[in-house]
């Protein structure tokens, strides 16, 4: 199975307050795992990626961090969240030897 | 820091093929050519991926140019359903890529 768990799908969160979505992944051990933000009518951006445990690569400065606490499982937080939070947040994996990655349904973010 | 360029929308009327374009002309050797779709509010869905030959699977086709500089997914008899923004995008397999996309095509399909 190439399932991806990701939730909540929709999330509503006031300006200041802390965020926690977490992915979590099925199907081969040791993934390339990733989390990207879409906000409206734009592309697809990507924000972190990890080729294992407690590796995590950022790709844009920003308010948000990554975490793999372990090897199936891939946290996107942030302390205070700011309006430009707002987005469509997306999980996916790829492992050796994978033809394609997967992406999850993602979480649709409104920070109000 | 997308290495594909692709027209920012077209149309397509339905039951007829949609052609859609895609520039890559600083691909490496060992990079395939993916091509995505997205719905709106869903997450990507894979399509057809290559290297250098033209592949085709029950979904659609993709012809990579001889130079492999660019290519074209072609979905044979489009629905309003492949209504959808398609991506492009290069990487190489294995174990540590870094999977980036552009901006994408607007396909939209009219009945």
């Known amino acids: 199975s190439q399932t991806i768990h990701q939730w909540p799908a929709t999330l509503v969160q006031p300006v200041g307050s802390p965020l926690s979505l977490e992915c979590t992944v099925e199907?081969?051990?040791?993934?390339?795992l990733y989390w990207y933000r879409q906000a409206a009518g734009r592309g697809l951006q990507l924000l972190f990626y990890s080729v294992g445990i407690g590796q995590i690569s950022s790709e844009v400065p920003q308010n948000l961090s990554a975490s793999r606490p372990q090897d199936r499982q891939f946290i996107l937080s942030s302390k205070k969240l700011l309006l430009s939070d707002s987005g469509f947040y997306l999980c996916a994996r790829a492992g050796i030897g994978d033809t394609e990655a997967f992406f999850g349904q993602g979480t649709r973010l409104t920070v109000v | 820091d997308a290495k594909t360029t692709q027209p920012p929308s077209m149309d397509c009327a339905e039951g007829r093929a949609a052609n859609l374009p895609c520039n890559h002309s600083?691909?490496?050797?060992?990079?395939?050519v993916y091509w995505y779709r997205q719905i709106h509010s869903q997450g990507p869905q894979y399509i057809i991926h290559?290297?250098?030959n033209n592949e085709t699977n029950e979904m659609a086709s993709l012809i990579i140019t001889e130079d492999r500089k660019s290519s074209t997914l072609i979905l044979p008899h489009a629905t309003l359903r492949d209504t959808a923004v398609y991506y492009c995008i290069v990487f190489s397999g294995g174990s540590n890529y870094k999977l980036t996309f552009g901006k994408g095509t607007l396909l939209t399909v009219n009945p």
């Open positions: 290559g290297l250098k």
């Open positions: 199907g081969t051990s040791n993934p390339n």
């Open positions: 600083t691909i490496s050797g060992n990079e395939y």
